[in-house]
């Protein structure tokens, strides 16, 4: 079954989308409401697996790394979830999803490559 996302709770993801390292007394004065409400909403979005912080590289900082998104076309049917679950494990691969339309799956790569 979805999960039901309210107004406050996709205010409290955006704002942390944009600036990850706000604590929640800045999301409270920013979201006007208290900071009880701001941890409890942000326990419950992880607790549900809704909401998953993580640190993205500054690419802007590392000029010699290339950024990617790579699509795939899987051969064999009912292969791509195994295929994107092998894909991300591998060392380069940032994240690795099945998806529907053109490609099977969408892979975010990073890696090192000479910059002229």
């Given amino acids: 079954m979805r999960e039901h996302l309210d ?19 800045r999301l409270a004065e920013k979201m ?9 909403r942000l326990r419950n979005l992880l ?3 809704l909401l998953k912080i993580v640190g993205l590289l ?4 590392r000029p ?8 795939i076309n899987a051969q064999g049917r009912g292969r791509a979830r195994e295929l994107a679950q092998r894909i991300s494990e591998l060392p380069f691969v940032n994240s690795a999803a099945v998806v529907t339309g053109r490609f099977d799956i969408i892979v975010d790569v ?5 910059v002229a």
């Avoid at 500054?58 to 900082?61: A, G, H, I, P, S």
């Avoid at 010699?64 to 699509?71: F, H, K, T």
């Fill in 7 to 25: 107004q406050t709770d996709r205010r409290l993801v955006k704002l942390l989308s944009q600036d990850a390292q706000l604590g929640v007394n």
């Fill in 32 to 40: 006007a409401i208290s900071v009880p409400t701001v941890r409890m």
């Fill in 47 to 49: 607790d549900r697996n």
């Fill in 58 to 61: 500054n690419l802007t900082e």
């Fill in 64 to 71: 010699e790394l290339i950024s990617a998104i790579v699509g």
């Fill in 110 to 114: 990073t890696v090192a490559g000479d």
